[in-house]
């Protein structure tokens, strides 16, 4: 990964650490949700199949 894709990894999981610590229980729902989908997109034997 470049540093361009880090910062926007970085910023995506300070958006969602916010909505963990501060949202209510469909903001952490969400939160988590969100964090699977971008660390699924990463690994390489299931961004084939989204």
């Given at each position: 990964m470049?540093?361009?894709?880090?910062m926007?990894?970085?910023?995506?999981?300070a958006?969602?650490?916010a909505a963990w610590?501060?949202?209510?229980?469909m903001g952490k729902a969400a939160a988590v949700a969100v964090g699977a989908v971008a660390v699924a997109r990463r690994?390489?034997?299931v961004k084939e199949v989204l």
């Open positions: 470049d540093q361009a894709t880090l926007k990894y970085g910023i995506a999981a958006v969602l650490f610590k501060y949202g209510g229980s690994t390489p034997y």
